[in-house]
């Protein structure tokens, strides 16, 4: 299973049914080129791609897939590992952009009591806070 590549597969069954990229791309309302990084990388297309090109095909979505697929298995996601560098930067980006948006926003409306400057610049903190959680997370 860790091996099975299912663009080569659908090139293999292509080929076999003797349907050029170009047909199939044009079936499937893509380019030819978006097409062919299709059936060269390893990563799995979504559940409407597959079905479109297996009906195309004339075979079952399943011809498609690793013999030993259960349908519940979910295949990774590609993810962005970041080193220990790169995460304190984009954290450091993040709170610079919170930064420049409190300027921003503090002289759009004409803020100018350092209270309120610090109130409407502990908000966007808190949105990169946030925004921090919800995008860094730990990769198995």
């Not at 610049?121 to 990169?128: Q, S």
């Amino acid at each position: 299973m860790k091996d099975f590549n299912f663009g080569e597969n659908l090139r293999q069954i292509r080929v076999q049914q003797g349907v050029s990229q170009d047909a199939m791309a044009l079936k499937m309302n893509i380019t030819q080129t978006k097409y062919s990084r299709i059936e060269r990388s390893k990563s799995f297309p979504d559940s409407e791609f597959i079905n479109q090109a297996a009906e195309f095909l004339g075979i079952t979505a399943k011809d498609l897939m690793p013999a030993d697929w259960d349908g519940k298995r979910k295949y990774p996601k590609l993810v962005c590992s970041l080193t220990r560098l790169g995460r304190l930067a984009f954290r450091v980006l993040v709170f610079v952009a919170a930064y420049d948006m409190t300027r921003g926003f503090a002289d759009g409306v004409g803020i100018t009591s350092e209270f309120h400057l610090v109130m409407v610049g502990m908000v966007f903190v808190l949105a990169g806070v946030v925004f921090l959680y919800y995008t860094e997370k730990p990769v198995e």
